[in-house]
């Protein structure tokens, strides 16, 4: 079963002051990187939404095995943006995992983890726990596809999980790996554990 992979990649970051998603992180924008994790991790295809700054975007991806998916809307809220993915996966996939193209310490590892816990049982939905807090890489079955789909704003992802809180099977990942980059000093902290852990 093919499992699609989605980036959603289109928001404006205005706490960073420029456009974070092409900032350079271990030798490669974090935009690359996420899309380098999803394919490793054999999510096909990925689907990368984007936005704001759609053009720059596109021209770092070059090179890379990816579908771009443009939002025009993505201004109204992340939700847009899930619903544009959503509605771009193909048939051939029975599931998709979303990703967050500002969360650098996602692993291609932790992504096939959570794709074999849906293998495992068939939950409708498999995510992510950081100490208490639940993000993304999040797996949401074919037939919860519909839940995605609409709306403005945000939270739509976390509601479709709150929804079928009986059936998640969920990963648990040290709190430390939901480090995601919302201004220069998250940026900051992020360069220097990449230095000290040598990736």
């Known amino acids: 079963m093919a499992i699609a992979g989605i980036v959603l990649a289109a928001g404006s970051a205005s706490r960073m002051g420029t456009n974070k998603?092409?900032?350079?992180?271990?030798?490669?924008?974090?935009?690359?990187?996420?899309?380098?994790?999803?394919g490793e991790a054999g999510l096909e295809p990925v689907l990368v939404v984007l936005g704001h700054e759609a053009d720059r975007a596109r021209e770092e991806l070059v090179g890379m095995r990816c579908e771009v998916v443009p939002n025009p809307r993505h201004a109204l809220g992340m939700n847009t943006s899930l619903d544009a993915g959503i509605a771009a996966?193909?048939?051939?996939?029975?599931?998709?995992?979303?990703?967050?193209?500002?969360?650098?310490?996602?692993?291609a590892a932790m992504v096939r983890t959570v794709i074999a816990r849906h293998l495992e049982g068939g939950?409708?939905?498999?995510?992510s726990r950081y100490g208490v807090a639940q993000a993304p890489p999040t797996l949401y079955a074919r037939r919860v596809f519909a839940e995605l789909?609409?709306?403005?704003?945000?939270?739509?992802?976390?509601?479709?999980?709150?929804g079928h809180a009986g059936d998640v099977a969920w990963v648990t990942?040290?709190?430390?790996?939901?480090?995601?980059?919302?201004?220069?000093?998250?940026?900051?902290?992020?360069?220097?554990?990449?230095?000290?852990e040598g990736t």
Request: glycine share 10%.
């Open 173 to 196: 990942w040290p709190e430390d790996a939901l480090a995601d980059l919302d201004d220069p000093a998250d940026l900051e902290r992020a360069r220097s554990r990449l230095a000290e």
């Open 123 to 127: 939950a409708p939905v498999v995510s």
């Open 89 to 107: 996966v193909p048939e051939r996939a029975g599931a998709a995992i979303v990703l967050l193209a500002d969360m650098p310490f996602v692993t």
């Open 149 to 162: 789909r609409g709306g403005e704003g945000e939270g739509r992802g976390r509601a479709v999980v709150r």
């Open 21 to 38: 998603l092409l900032l350079r992180l271990g030798g490669e924008s974090l935009l690359r990187r996420t899309v380098r994790v999803a």
